[in-house]
């Protein structure tokens, strides 16, 4: 492995930015708490470890492109993490997509993909970036903690009637500084 660059995806590299899902461990859960005007959480670790995979995206550059920001995470010239923003109106800029190969996990290169949306973020007049992790991606959401986000909202409904009932969104925030 070289060393790891993180450069946004332009039209000549389109095609990096459907870079497969793989597996990731289930294995806890993250309840948030809001009490007081302040969002707390703690952790359930499950019984069994499970994994899960999003399907696969078919991302169209070109139909994207206008209010969408792509950043990849390069080893050499092959793509193995991907970060998507979504220009908001309000004064976050979304985290649409954010995903790394598996082989590639635990380098910090999706923290270095966080670093640059949040430059991104400033430059462009952005508060900072927001995002949502299902409550059963404990990995995730722990990861957005340590990186820097905050909890500002739960989704307890967004599920009902799917076959992903059961699950709950939660909303984190960073503020670029």
């Known amino acids: 492995m070289s060393e790891i660059v993180i450069r946004y995806i332009e039209r000549e590299r389109a095609s990096d930015i459907n870079i497969k899902n793989e597996p ?3 294995f806890g859960r993250m309840l948030p ?8 959480f703690t952790t359930v670790e499950n019984e069994k470890i499970g994994w899960d995979i999003f399907p696969d995206e078919n991302y169209d550059y070109e139909k994207m492109k206008q209010d969408h920001i792509f950043i990849g ?11 998507i923003l979504q220009k908001q109106w309000h004064k976050y800029i979304y985290l649409y997509d954010l995903k790394v190969n598996r082989s590639y996990r635990g380098g910090h290169i999706a923290t270095k993909m966080i670093d640059t949306a949040c430059a991104y973020a400033k430059e462009q007049g952005y508060r900072g970036v927001w995002t949502i ?4 991606n404990l990995a995730a959401c722990l990861f957005y903690v340590k990186n820097g986000f ?4 739960l989704d307890t409904n967004i599920y ?5 009932e059961g699950k709950a969104d939660i909303y984190f925030y960073k503020d670029a500084k």
């Open 24 to 26: 990731f461990k289930l």
């Open 160 to 164: 009902i009637g799917t076959s992903q």
């Open 73 to 83: 995470a390069y080893d050499g010239s092959a793509c193995i993490g991907l970060a």
């Open 33 to 40: 708490c809001y009490q007081d005007g302040r969002w707390s």
């Open 133 to 136: 992790g299902q409550d059963n």
């Open 150 to 153: 905050r909890i500002g909202g």
